[in-house]
């Protein structure tokens, strides 16, 4: 090995062209959404998708991030079966997930404007936790509109159970973005 190589991690995507990298990170997310664990009391699934996607901004960059959750979105509502499920289609985005799909692109973009070039692992883990705050926000707010307009319940079916599972992923992405950065 030489002297001037690093034991630093390393994804192939990393490496890439910018078309790559995008298209790659968009193949990350609907191979997270596919890690799929269903509630029974919310319409809303456990996905892995948030650590992908706060990854995706921290590790290319917030154009390219949000250019590859925009990618996802537009190739899962126009018939590629990519979102949570296998699902597709211009109904998943008005449907009760749509809100959190939109977040993707605002979780990306947030991820890869608030990262720095060498993070440490803590200011990792608050740029990755302050980037999956707009995915759940816009998440419940898109699923007020399908609980009879109540920001309470919609809180309760699609912010609350998934939080602490949200704070494992951020962590998660915090050591992946430290290592890899």
């Not at 699934?45 to 590790?59: F, R």
Request: aromatic fraction near 12%; avoid cysteine.
């Amino acid at each position: 090995m030489n002297t001037t190589q690093t034991n630093r991690l390393s994804l192939p995507v990393l490496a890439a062209t910018p078309a790559v990298q995008i298209v790659g990170f968009a193949i990350l997310t609907a191979i997270a959404a596919q890690i799929r664990i269903p509630l029974p009391f919310t319409p809303v699934p456990i996905t892995m998708q948030t650590l992908v996607v706060t990854l995706a901004g921290a590790l290319i960059g917030w154009k390219k991030g949000a250019l590859s959750q925009l990618l996802y979105v537009v190739w899962g509502a126009f018939g590629a079966p990519l979102f949570a499920g296998g699902a597709f289609g211009l109904a998943v985005l008005a449907g009760p997930t749509g809100g959190y799909l939109y977040g993707f692109i605002a979780g990306a973009m947030l991820s890869g404007l608030l990262t720095p070039t060498k993070p440490s692992y803590l200011m990792a883990w608050g740029t990755q936790f302050i980037a999956s705050l707009p995915i759940l926000f816009f998440g419940w707010l898109h699923l007020t509109l399908f609980v009879g307009n109540d920001p309470a319940n919609a809180f309760a079916l699609g912010v609350a159970p998934f939080i602490l599972g949200d704070l494992m992923k951020v962590t998660i992405s915090a050591g992946l973005v430290k290592a890899l950065k």
